[in-house]
Nanobody, 128 residues
Framework: QVQVVESGGGLVQAGDSLRLSCTAS????????MGWFRQAPGKEREFVAS????????FYNDSLKGRFTISRGNAKNTAYLQMNSLKPEDTAVYYC?????????????????????WGQGTQVTVSS
């Protein structure tokens, strides 16, 4: 059974940075596409960023590009989300997800339904 575990959330001030970490346990012969999503109170879950399984292609929510960076760790099923210049509107629960299927285009990487395994979420709170 695959487990996805996030860490690194917390309470920061506007303008600060945070780095979230994610590890997906378990083996899949193709490896996993790793993605980050977030959900603010009263809002729908929103795509943040994702990184492809066997090449360095990354995908971002256009509104976050330039402040957020997704990367992989040395271990194959780890991913990081570096968040800089944080704003109060970035306050949300951040979820890491692992996708074992085939991702063909940008829409697939952005679609939460394409991801098979989800973490429990980590709270990020940005105060003004």
């Amino acid at each position: 059974q695959v487990q996805v575990v996030e860490s690194g959330g917390g309470l920061v001030q506007a303008g600060d940075s945070l780095r979230l970490s994610c590890t997906a346990s378990g083996y899949h012969y193709m490896g996993y596409v790793m993605g980050w999503f977030r959900q603010a109170p009263g809002k729908e879950r929103e795509f943040v960023a994702s990184i492809n399984r066997n090449d360095p292609r990354t995908f971002y929510n256009d509104s976050l590009k330039g402040r957020f960076t997704i990367s992989r760790g040395n271990a194959k099923n780890t991913a990081y989300l570096q968040m800089n210049s944080l704003k109060p509107e970035d306050t949300a629960v951040y979820y890491c997800a692992a996708g074992a299927g085939r991702f063909y285009n940008l829409n697939d990487f952005m679609d939460a339904r394409e991801y098979d395994h989800w973490g429990q979420g980590t709270q990020v709170t940005v105060s003004s």
